[in-house]
């Protein structure tokens, strides 16, 4: 019985070994359906209960999974250090001062407080990731494989800011991070499609990353808004357009996400589609176009439905012990 015990032990310290960051995208993922909901009682007036009891749950999850990583990063300081610098793994790392960003615009309603040092710590943490990321890319000779649509992560935190800092900072500080995002979105958009198409296909566990093609766009789009307001201007319409023609082209191409092993890299699936929700919303609140309240509501249902399915896959593989082992 106690070398049972000891062998347990041991398997779970391995376990919190092969940790990944990549966990935070659950963060992302809870953050967007809470998101989601906040606005949907805001718009349509559906019961406010379900939007505090997702920012519950996200802040709960958060803390959890913060809290392991940073005993991996205690006990295993050498694997993070490898994470670190590994030419794929590197992008998931800007999810941590995503998911502060993310937490930020949650509680934008609930607590200023929270919401304002969830800000200032995630803009903090998004500032040094996109630096070091970009000179990361810069310094290796990356390989054309190693590139995949995860390399938007570090670039979308960028376009996040300006709609976590909405109201609290001065316009023009958001404007750079507006900026820097932006820039870097069409550049990455031309490399990875060009990857995609001319090269090998995406491996397994990164088909589902093709959905944060959706984000850029959509939360674009939301910032944009949210810094000058008023009518949509073309700009606005562009971007907005944008993001519901990746979704529209990814629902096109539903067979290639059916029958696919289930990776954590699912999360993937869950913040874009809130994102083009939260998009859709926004542009029926400010237009009064009727479409655009009818693709809300699909895209609320879709992102719900997703959420629930990948989250049940989540916690069946965790039981299983599927979950933090040697990839």
């Known amino acids: 019985m106690e070398k049972q015990k000891e062998e347990c032990k041991v398997v779970e310290i391995n376990r919190l070994k092969f940790f990944p960051v990549m966990m935070f995208a659950i963060v992302m993922?809870?953050?967007?359906?809470?998101?989601?909901?906040?606005?949907?009682?805001?718009?349509?007036?559906?019961?406010?209960?379900?939007?505090?009891?997702f920012a519950m749950l996200d802040t709960v999850v958060f803390i959890i999974i913060g809290f392991i990583y940073i005993i991996k990063i205690f006990t295993y300081t050498d694997e993070v250090k490898k994470e670190f610098k590994h030419p794929v793994r590197i992008n998931f790392f800007a999810a941590i001062?995503?998911?502060?960003?993310?937490v930020a615009i949650v509680y934008h309603p609930i607590n200023h407080t929270i919401a304002f040092y969830s800000f200032v710590i995630g803009t903090a943490l998004q500032t040094f990731f996109t630096f070091y990321t970009i000179s990361f890319w810069i310094n290796r000779n990356l390989e054309l494989n190693h590139s995949n649509p995860a390399w938007f992560i570090p670039i979308v935190g960028n376009v996040l800011v300006p709609v976590a800092g909405a109201g609290m900072i001065d316009t023009n500080f958001l404007m750079y991070y507006f900026s820097v995002g932006m820039f870097l979105w069409v550049v990455l958009t031309s490399i990875l499609i060009n990857r995609i198409i001319f090269h090998h296909q995406l491996a397994g566990k990164?088909?589902?990353?093709?959905?944060?093609?959706?984000?850029?766009?959509?939360?674009?789009?939301?910032?944009?808004?949210?810094?000058?307001?008023?009518?949509?201007?073309?700009?606005?319409?562009m971007l907005y357009n944008l993001a519901l023609f990746f979704t529209f082209l990814l629902f096109f191409m539903y067979k290639n996400f059916i029958g696919l092993?289930?990776?954590?890299?699912?999360?993937?699936?869950?913040?874009?589609?809130?994102?083009?929700?939260?998009?859709?919303m926004l542009a029926y609140k400010v237009t009064s176009i009727?479409?655009?309240?009818?693709?809300?509501?699909?895209?609320?249902?879709?992102?719900?439905?997703?959420?629930?399915?990948?989250?049940?896959?989540?916690?069946?593989n965790m039981l299983k012990g599927e979950i933090c082992i040697d990839e």
């Open 290 to 316: 009727v479409l655009y309240k009818y693709f809300a509501f699909l895209f609320i249902t879709v992102t719900t439905l997703v959420i629930l399915i990948v989250a049940f896959r989540t916690i069946q």
């Open 97 to 102: 001062a995503i998911s502060f960003l993310l």
């Open 261 to 280: 092993k289930f990776f954590i890299s699912w999360w993937a699936f869950t913040f874009p589609l809130a994102a083009v929700s939260i998009a859709s």
């Open 206 to 237: 990164f088909v589902p990353t093709l959905f944060i093609f959706i984000a850029p766009p959509a939360i674009g789009f939301i910032a944009y808004v949210k810094m000058f307001g008023g009518e949509l201007d073309v700009f606005a319409i």
């Open 29 to 53: 993922g809870l953050s967007g359906l809470a998101i989601v909901f906040q606005k949907a009682h805001d718009i349509f007036g559906i019961s406010g209960i379900y939007g505090n009891a």
